[in-house]
């Protein structure tokens, strides 16, 4: 006769007891990653944008107005989508990009009824098409 402890009775004897850890778990801040470093083009490119800044258009009224510096905005289909630096339109510093009733940060849900992905997409597009035949 063999006399043993059998498998199940060894999961219960070395089970511990559970204990809630609701609340109790501490999360740090991730430092930003080197895959967050712009690349040469990207880099040109941006540096290109802010030197046309001045005559660049805004996507929405069509206008560059001295008292509201044009903006470059980032085309995204969802917030979580990454930034891609080639996706880029002109917009109306306050009352077009960060404020105002048709903005992307300030009324996201208007903007995304009145300007669609695509749209905006085809702006960028067009703008950086603009850059690489001039370069």
């Known amino acids: 006769m063999k006399l043993g ?5 060894q999961l219960k004897h070395n089970k511990k007891p559970k204990v809630s850890t609701f609340g109790t778990k ?31 258009l805004c996507f929405v009224c069509g206008k560059n107005r001295a008292d509201d510096p044009i903006e470059w905005h980032h085309v995204k289909n969802r917030s979580s989508d990454k930034k891609n630096h080639f996706r880029l339109i002109p917009l109306c510093g306050k009352k077009h990009h960060r404020n105002g009733d048709i903005s992307p940060h300030g009324n996201a849900k208007k ?24 370069h």
Do not use: C, F, M, P
């Open 5 to 9: 402890i059998t498998k199940a009775d």
């Open 111 to 134: 903007w995304r009824e009145l300007y669609s992905y695509e749209e905006q997409l085809l702006y960028a597009a067009k703008i950086h098409l603009r850059y690489l035949n001039e």
């Open 26 to 56: 501490k999360y740090k801040i991730k430092k930003k990653s080197s895959k967050n470093v712009l690349t040469l083009e990207e880099r040109a490119y941006l540096n290109h944008l802010d030197s046309v800044r001045d005559i660049a």
